[in-house]
């Protein structure tokens, strides 16, 4: 029987320039680590390179869109962990910022083809 995993938050940036997140990235990563309460090498920041297509024209966006993938939490964290993807990417000049949760389940989710359920 494998053990329960509960720890790790992917967390996929959208229309955000790499540079500007890895300037926020150790220290938002720590505030997330503290409201998840999990070890901080299972925090995963990825930059997923999108392009906006609006009238013939193709451009980077100034918006961000954040998909926040994790086991359920309570809603006092996953506001927590909102608000922190938020402060610390208007640091970095985005004043915009949208985010999505979506939750992982035990059954659905294999480690080294392992069912974690």
Same mark, same amino acid.
């Given at each position: 029987m $494998?053990k329960? %995993?509960?720890?790790?938050p !992917?967390l996929? !940036?959208?229309?955000?320039d790499p540079v500007?997140? @890895?300037? +926020?990235?150790?220290?938002m %990563?720590? /505030?997330l680590?503290?409201?998840i309460?999990?070890p /901080?090498e299972? $925090?995963v920041l990825e930059v +997923?390179h999108s392009?906006?297509v %609006?009238d013939g024209q193709?451009?980077?966006g100034?918006?961000? !869109? $954040?998909?926040v @993938?994790?086991?359920?939490? *309570?809603?006092? $964290?996953?506001?927590?962990? @909102?608000? +922190? +993807?938020c402060?610390?990417l208007?640091?970095v000049?985005?004043e915009?910022?949208?985010?999505? !949760? *979506?939750y992982?389940?035990n059954?659905?989710?294999y480690?080294?083809g392992?069912?974690?359920q």
């Amino acid at each position: 029987m $494998i053990k329960k %995993t509960y720890n790790m938050p !992917f967390l996929r !940036f959208h229309t955000i320039d790499p540079v500007k997140l @890895a300037e +926020i990235s150790r220290e938002m %990563t720590d /505030r997330l680590q503290e409201i998840i309460g999990c070890p /901080r090498e299972h $925090i995963v920041l990825e930059v +997923i390179h999108s392009e906006i297509v %609006t009238d013939g024209q193709i451009g980077q966006g100034d918006w961000p !869109f $954040i998909e926040v @993938a994790y086991f359920e939490r *309570s809603l006092e $964290i996953q506001d927590g962990v @909102a608000h +922190i +993807i938020c402060q610390y990417l208007k640091q970095v000049g985005y004043e915009n910022v949208d985010i999505h !949760f *979506s939750y992982l389940s035990n059954r659905n989710y294999y480690e080294n083809g392992n069912c974690s359920q």
